[in-house]
């Protein structure tokens, strides 16, 4: 596992390639979890997970409610020491929850390099992750006057301007409404391109997952019963056989009877 | 399921207009303000004209007319700026006391285990005894001049500080905590982006209280050995029966309380811009 601590800056020209230097590059792993346990009380909820992410790849996790799906992305993000198991990650990382958990009090521009230094290059920074999400504008507004998915669009700043090798997302766009997602799976998609983080989205969307992701998971009773790489060429309309056929897949992996009418 | 198995027609809808009933036309009022300064302007009229009249005599209750006259006299002799000074000196520098004292030991409490395990319980006890009880305990450790009002203003308004700044404390939102953790916050920096600026609120509902109850224990600490202050003016006016200087000094000691008061909304405004997103200027 590479530690990765110092990134040197971020690219100039919005389409240019991410500099490389400092990173692991395309390919590494940038997670890899053998053997993971947890259990709250008597209740297994991660029961022998073993899980690698890559470089540059986008792994959707899904499992239904209670599944341990959380639990699993809290430990990468290591939130939750009381494991047992190997887990190794990426120095750098992010992550972005299912609420955008800005800081009330700090402007947008001071919430989104929280916990960096407050140097001119490092608020540059800040103020270029705003605008990478369509957010120049409101460097100096207060969260409590951003929309939902502005709030969370702050929150993705927050997230990218760390220059993150290893991506957590925490049903991020859950409490979205339908169009306020749709657009921000494209700007997550815009953005992962360019910076090619490793990505691990928690889901429960299969539609999410099958849109977003190069790589599906299903975890169901703390195991791993499903992971496939998608091989389908993007846009992924429902329209298309693969996608329907894809979709059918996890839909059964999560239990679920797609065939099955009300 | 089938629609043609009901028979019964639905009943004709009248339609009417949206806003019916709101839009009558508006009369000619007075406005707002006025008819607010109505109520206690009928009472001052009512409580003059009992005076006047003669059914309340001065002893009992001067009139507010009285009252504004020996309020003019003890103004032109400089005696009423004089009392007003001391008694304003005694309850800042016990507030100034309390609320440091309250805000070091909610500190303490709310930031380390240890703190709260010595501090907090003992407070708790502390706290159940009224501050007005200790007065005769704290005559006899300072006496009788200045510090003994200023101490009880400085217990009494530790407590409020405390209980609220320490709730507020431990209060403070684990998911931002959680957050701020992840981005690579220390202890340090969790403490001063996070945990006090989100016990900034609870801290001014506690100065609040500790406003308020400072001016409540400086009302009866003056009544007591004193020759100055405006306590000792109302204890001296009840000697001579002068109830219009008593009446005089309870209408100052409730603007200062209404000053008070709008000091800590203006704190309010100003430290927590955020919650209304207003710019803070």
């Not at chain 1, 590479?2 to 997670?31: L, M, Q």
């Not at chain 1, 790849?57 to 899904?62: D, G, H, P, R, T």
């Not at chain 2, 981005?183 to 600026?197: D, I, K, Q, S, Y």
């Amino acid at each position: 596992m590479t530690a990765v601590g110092t990134t040197t800056g971020r690219p100039s020209a919005p389409d240019a390639p991410p500099a490389p230097e400092g990173r692991p590059p395309a390919g590494e792993h940038v997670a890899v979890a053998r053997g993971l346990r947890r259990r709250f009380g008597d209740r297994e909820v991660l029961a022998g997970v073993d899980l690698e992410i890559r470089r540059d790849e986008f792994v959707a996790l899904l499992g239904r409610s209670g599944t341990g799906k959380t639990t699993l992305l809290r430990t990468l993000a290591g939130l939750d020491a009381d494991h047992e198991g190997s887990v190794r990650v990426a120095a750098a990382r992010s992550v972005v929850f299912q609420e955008p958990r800005l800081l009330p009090w700090r402007r947008v521009l001071p919430n989104v390099v929280l916990g960096l230094d407050r140097t001119p290059a490092t608020l540059e920074r800040g103020r270029s992750a705003l605008a990478e999400v369509g957010l120049a504008d409101h460097a100096r507004a207060w969260p409590a006057t951003l929309s939902g998915g502005e709030a969370q669009r702050v929150a993705l700043a927050r997230a990218l301007v760390r220059e993150p090798a290893l991506l957590l997302l925490d049903e991020p766009f859950g409490a979205l409404d339908a169009l306020t997602r749709q657009r921000m799976h494209r700007l997550l998609r815009r953005l992962c391109r360019r910076h090619q983080p490793g990505v691990l989205l928690v889901t429960h969307d299969v539609d999410e997952a099958i849109t977003l992701a190069d790589r599906v998971i299903v975890l169901d009773g703390g195991r791993i019963t499903l992971d496939e790489p998608v091989g389908l060429p993007h846009p992924r309309p429902r329209s298309h056989d693969d996608v329907e056929r894809l979709r059918r897949r996890l839909l059964a992996a999560l239990g679920v009877d797609p065939t099955e009418d009300g | 399921m089938s629609a043609a198995t009901v028979a019964t027609r639905a009943p004709a809808v009248t339609l009417t207009e949206a806003s019916a009933g709101r839009g009558r036309p508006r009369r000619r009022r007075l406005p707002r303000s006025v008819r607010r300064a109505a109520g206690p302007l009928l009472l001052l009229a009512v409580w003059q004209a009992l005076g006047t009249a003669g059914i309340v005599d001065d002893r009992t209750l001067a009139p507010p007319v009285d009252v504004v006259r020996a309020g003019w006299e003890l103004a032109s002799t400089g005696e009423l700026a004089q009392h007003l000074w001391v008694s304003l000196r005694r309850v800042v520098t016990g507030l100034a006391v309390g609320v440091t004292a309250g805000v070091a030991l909610a500190l303490l409490a709310g930031l380390f285990r240890w703190g709260e395990d010595v501090l907090d319980s003992a407070l708790q006890v502390l706290r159940a005894v009224p501050v007005l009880g200790l007065l005769p305990l704290v005559i006899i450790w300072f006496g009788i001049g200045e510090q003994p009002k200023v101490a009880l203003v400085a217990i009494g308004t530790t407590f409020p500080v405390y209980v609220n700044t320490f709730a507020a404390i431990r209060g403070v939102d684990a998911r931002l905590v959680e957050a701020g953790t992840t981005f690579g916050l220390t202890r340090r920096g969790l403490v001063r982006e996070v945990v006090l600026p989100g016990a900034v609120a609870g801290f001014l509902v506690g100065l609040r209280f500790a406003l308020t109850a400072a001016w409540l224990i400086m009302i009866v600490a003056e009544q007591i050995n004193t020759t100055s202050g405006l306590g000792h003016l109302i204890n001296e006016a009840r000697v001579w029966a002068r109830t219009d200087v008593i009446v005089l000094a309870l209408a100052i000691y409730g603007l200062l309380g209404l000053l008070t008061d709008a000091l800590v909304r203006f704190l309010e405004r100003r430290l927590l811009a955020w919650r209304r997103g207003l710019e803070a200027s």
